[in-house]
DNA sequence: GTCTATATGGAGATAGAC
DNA sequence: GTCTATCTCCATATAGAC
């Protein structure tokens, strides 16, 4: 065997995964078992173990995917478009069309709000994956020579994040015809943010501003959301 | 036995209520198991469940209880305070003292956001607490005499309570020192929204406004948050 | 190192005796 | 109405074959 192949450990590893998805997109991820997933994967269950630690390691295991397989997309939209409005309606929209065939497995995720639990999007475990996904934002804010008032201007990109989040979460459980209302919110309040940016220097919305930028800065001091 | 005296299942139903809300509390919802509960209300596991038909159930009593139990508090709220920032500052002062020793419980109620999950705070099995709980909102705004233009006035109340359950979450994981960064959250933001009402019929904002019409009329067509 | 087979222990829930 | 005894099902652990 040529050392280029890929390990037959990788391939076992990657059939697990795969079913464990394909299973918590038919069940969602409570009602899915170890048993069935392991069945959907022709191996025992004592095999998915050896591979993923825990159920929990193969929600770890799809974000880390997800990221990996949606990176080359959000690069491709960051290099073809100028405007911040562009570019946050192509990174949302390639997020909502990734998860699509996800969205039992998403919905399930919601229940880890707590920062203190490992799946949250705000752990210190997801971290590294958080902070990558930050940077498309970071590139999108500074990239596009906003003018804003400098006590919000850098927390603008986790703001923007923030956002995505938030729509992901209605998105998910949008039972609207083909998430309508998420496009219309997605949509209506993108064109508010934009405006409200565009408004922001002017003279009546300072005092609104004002306390805007001491909240941003009190509560990211330093934290880790 | 008089008829008015309160009859021993409804003696022993709140027993087991207390037993589980004391369990909740010490080892969060999830980690409680039924027998403890059970034992904690010096009943066998049976008698739980003869009350409560599953471990969900006894939450839903919790929501209940809570809503009686904060409702005569609200009312003089109401009742003695003027204006929309000291009624929103009494209102939700007044759940974050109440849920205060039930961080471990509410904390745990994050999970179900899940519109289609019962316990979900905008489930349909909740809506009758809902509704008067926005009952509160809606005279908090009726009465304070507020100018805003007509295609958001209608929608406030529904905001409100909406950013209320936005402030107990992050209450709920607020880990600083006696809650300082809610508190700073709270303050800054209430400031703003008042700021934000206030400004609102300046000719320069109307672009923002009107959006925000249009959107609040399409989510809220006559749906159940 | 990879994997199968089987065991463990604990959860929510229930049937039926009292 | 209340309790005891028991069921079912799961995530996870372990022992050891290849």
Redesign the interface.
């Known amino acids: 065997m040529a050392r280029r192949a890929i390990p037959k450990s990788e391939e076992t590893r990657g059939r697990i995964l795969a079913a464990a998805l394909k299973v918590f997109r038919e069940r969602g991820f409570d009602a899915a078992t170890m048993r069935e997933i392991a069945a959907e994967a022709g191996v025992a269950v004592g095999a998915a173990y050896y591979y993923f630690d825990a159920k929990d390691a193969l929600v770890m295991a799809f974000y880390e995917q997800a990221q990996e397989e949606m990176a080359p997309a959000l690069e491709e939209i960051l290099a073809a478009s100028k405007t911040l409005e562009q570019r946050m309606r192509g990174i949302i929209g390639q997020k909502l069309a990734y998860f699509a065939p996800n969205r039992a497995l998403v919905?399930a995720l919601?229940?880890?709000?707590?920062?203190?639990h490992p799946l949250s999007p705000f752990s210190r475990a997801t971290a590294p994956i958080r902070d990558r996904d930050l940077g498309f934002f970071e590139r999108a804010v500074v990239e596009s020579k906003l003018r804003l008032p400098a006590a919000i201007l850098p927390y603008l990109p986790r703001l923007l994040w923030l956002y995505q989040m938030g729509l992901v979460?209605f998105w998910v459980?949008d039972r609207s015809p083909k998430q309508e209302?998420t496009e219309?919110?997605f949509d209506?309040?993108l064109?508010?943010m934009l405006?409200?940016i565009r408004?922001a220097e002017?003279p009546?919305?300072r005092?609104?501003f004002k306390?805007?930028g001491?909240?941003l800065k009190?509560?990211y001091g330093g934290a880790t959301c």
């Open positions: 919905s919601t229940a880890h709000i707590d920062p203190a979460l459980y209302r219309m919110l209506k309040t064109k508010m405006i409200a408004l002017l009546p919305l005092p609104l306390p805007a001491e909240l009190a509560i």
